[in-house]
T-cell receptor, first 113, second 110 residues
Framework: DGGITQSPKYLFRKEGQNVTLSCEQN?????MYWYRQDPGQGLRLIYY???????QKGDIAEGYSVSREKKESFPLTVTSAQKNPTAFYLC????????????FGPGTRLTVL | EDKVVQSPLSLVVHEGDTVTLNCSYE??????LLWYKQEKKAPTFLFML????IEKKSGRLSSILDKKELFSILNITATQTGDSAVYLC??????????FGPGTRLSVLP
């Protein structure tokens, strides 16, 4: 079964702690993306990566960091510098080189107490 | 600045009604326009449009793209309560990234 997995599904953390959200795909996609979604709003791009060992900031990268050491994995760290981290986080992937759709993982709901 | 605008932001209809959702876009290097349906979890893919004037259809849903006027519409005929969701429109910025609109929240009442 090909797809994207994200873990955990729900995450609770205390203010000031760094947390890392996992995203893994077995679709052999080169490109991977992280989005943040707040209630009643669309998706805002945090970071994206078109290839291993390379990534670019999206519209709201401040307070977040990523790595892309393997093609299959694109973890997102929410640092203590992110002022309002409580949100729904979605990971996506897509092929590159032609017009294709993005495939989304099930999401991680992060709540900072 | 790349942007995607959707209208209306919210819509309430009754079962059996027909709805039209609008999406306009402005991106640096447009490649395709995508529609997704989101029901409290991950968005699910509906359509990808790359050419103007060619309607894509899936059951009661259809969509068309106008690359000259930079917009797309999503039509849903004979709406059902199961169509209640947020409909997201996204522009593929030629492999750089995907720019999403704010979504249209559709509520279909029985």
């Amino acid at each position: 079964d090909g797809g994207i997995t994200q873990s955990p599904k729900y995450l609770f953390r205390k203010e000031g702690q760094n947390v890392t959200l996992s995203c893994e795909q077995n679709l052999n996609h080169d490109a991977m993306y992280w989005y943040r979604q707040d209630p009643g709003q669309g998706l805002r791009l945090i970071y994206y990566s078109q290839i291993v060992n390379d990534f670019q900031k999206g519209d709201i990268a401040e307070g977040y960091s990523v790595s892309r050491e393997k093609k299959e994995s694109f973890p997102l760290t929410v640092t203590s510098a992110q002022k309002n981290p409580t949100a729904f986080y979605l990971c996506a992937s897509s092929a590159t080189g032609r017009a294709v759709e993005q495939f989304f993982g099930p999401g991680t709901r992060l709540t900072v107490l | 600045e790349d942007k995607v605008v959707q209208s209306p932001l919210s819509l309430v209809v009754h079962e059996g009604d027909t709805v039209t959702l609008n999406c306009s876009y402005e991106v640096t290097n447009f490649r395709s326009l995508l529609w997704y349906k989101q029901e409290k979890k991950a968005p699910t893919f509906l359509f990808m449009l790359t050419s103007s004037g060619i309607e894509k259809k899936s059951g009661r849903l259809s969509s068309i793209l106008d690359k000259k006027e930079l917009f797309s519409i999503l039509n849903i005929t004979a709406t059902q309560t199961g169509d209640s969701a947020v409909y997201l429109c996204a522009a593929d910025n030629y492999g750089q990234n995907f720019v999403f609109g704010p979504g249209t929240r559709l509520s279909v009442l029985p």
